[in-house]
């Protein structure tokens, strides 16, 4: 028991130097006080706290909250069929269909999202083709929209949503299924009942990785949504850079980390409630 306790300690000092204690010392500095030349002030105060609760943050962080939520349910609904697919294909179209989900890793990040900028800007690649092709008569404005963030964090995000529903499909006990079809029951059901529930930790994780890195992401909407599509996370990036206000940036990133923490137990908990509400029909 011991040697097993010695040989996770490296782990826990690496989360504490490198994760804990960072924490801590953003949530100190969040009730700290800045001077004009922004150095950071040693005197408690709440004075961050309440800044956050101007209607503009207020109306950013909401913003902020719907996109990251639709981006994370949109990713879901296009990643379940996709895993689902590539899960029940034979070994040669898995292993294709993993290298396809794949292959944007191997880019840099930032070139993968100035390439929507060729695509989508008015002289651009959509606008050039529908205009060949006659079905507009002049350019549609796509880039600097919300609909372009929302393109560009599904796409950046989608993979995220489907490599771990894979391995949960991958891992489910195929038997099960197998049972269910002697036993009568349609393929809709055998999916609600049976790899719905068990692929649960996988849309879980997949839900959460989306969701988090959504909320924290600041570059897609610079590139794709420009000054009219701002974020939190935008708002926390200028706070520490530039305009040297680190209590506020800081109070920020504590009130994202809670609100981030909360997101997730409650989808967890209606999961949860969904998961045994199944059991108890079955």
Known sequence: MRKSNLSLLPVFLWLFLFLILPMLMVVGISFMDRDELGNVIYHFNLNSYATFFDPLYLGI??????????????????SYP?????????????????????????INFLIRTYAWVLLLRTQGVVNSLLLDLGFIQEPLQMLYTKGAVFLGMVYTF??????PI??????????????????????????WHITLPQTKSG??????????????????????????????????????????NWP????????????????IALFNRAMTSRHLKVKEES
């Open 248 to 263: 506020f940036g800081s109070a920020l990133s504590v009130i994202f980390v809670i609100t981030s923490l909360i997101m």
């Open 158 to 163: 989608i993979p995220f949503m489907v490599l």
């Open 61 to 78: 962080y909401w913003d902020t909250i719907v996109l990251s939520v639709v981006t994370t349910v949109i990713c879901l609904l296009l």
């Open 166 to 191: 894979y391995v949960a499909l991958e891992q489910m006990d195929k038997k099960l299924l197998e049972a269910a079809s002697d036993l009568g029951a349609t393929p809709w059901k055998s999916f």
């Open 203 to 244: 849309i879980m994780t997949g839900a959460v990785l989306v969701y988090v890195s959504t909320t924290g992401m600041f570059v897609v909407t610079d590139i794709l949504g420009g000054a009219k599509s701002a974020m939190i996370s935008n708002i926390i990036q200028s706070q520490f850079l530039g305009a040297r």
């Open 82 to 106: 996709l895993a689902y697919y590539i899960a029940n294909a034979g070994p040669r179209m898995q292993t294709w269909g993993l290298v396809m989900i794949t292959i944007p890793f191997w």
